[in-house]
């Protein structure tokens, strides 16, 4: 099978084709996991940052309403259909407690429900730091030395986020 792998997306013909039509890299990639779901009773899929991630969790419709007849159509209308089964496909939205990634998921959440029609399990916030108050990081009368008073006012704007997080998503579970 590597041989065989190597002769077709080794070739740099092949290559240059599937680099010059639009998202038929991406269509190859979600056929693949769309495969491997057949396969396996669980797939979990790490996907890319937001904008590639949703490029590729579109391309399966913008292919089907594009493609009239045949086997691409049927193809991107079963991976399609896979996508919007809550009971098959589930997406956890992944992001850190800051400005730009909070506002991100937000919009992700509204975009995979709205105009992908896909389920949003919940919400992962990464790299939230420990809240030291309490923990011995208190020297002479109480005085936070200088590391800890940077750490713990980061760890006021994190818990700030992830309020804002819990008000837009509310209805989700977070971890």
Known sequence: IRSLYRAVFGNRLVSSFIDAVPGL???MCIGKIYVLTRDYDLTIVDAP???????LLQIPSVVASAV???PLRV??????KMLK????????ITTLAEE??????????????KKLGMSVAGVIVNQVLPDLEGRGTRRHRGTLPE???VHQSRVRLQKD??????????????W
Not at 75 to 80: D, M, V, Y
């Open 25 to 27: 890299a991406e269509l």
């Open 49 to 55: 940052a937001t904008g590639h991630g949703l490029s």
């Open 68 to 70: 009239r007849v045949g």
């Open 75 to 80: 193809h991107s209308e079963g991976i399609e």
């Open 85 to 92: 089964d809550s009971g098959h496909t589930e997406v956890l």
């Open 100 to 113: 730009m990634p909070v506002a991100e998921a937000v919009e992700l959440s509204a975009l995979l429900q």
């Open 147 to 149: 590391w800890a008073r």
């Open 161 to 174: 986020f992830i309020i804002q997080l819990e008000k837009e998503l509310a209805g989700h579970p977070f």
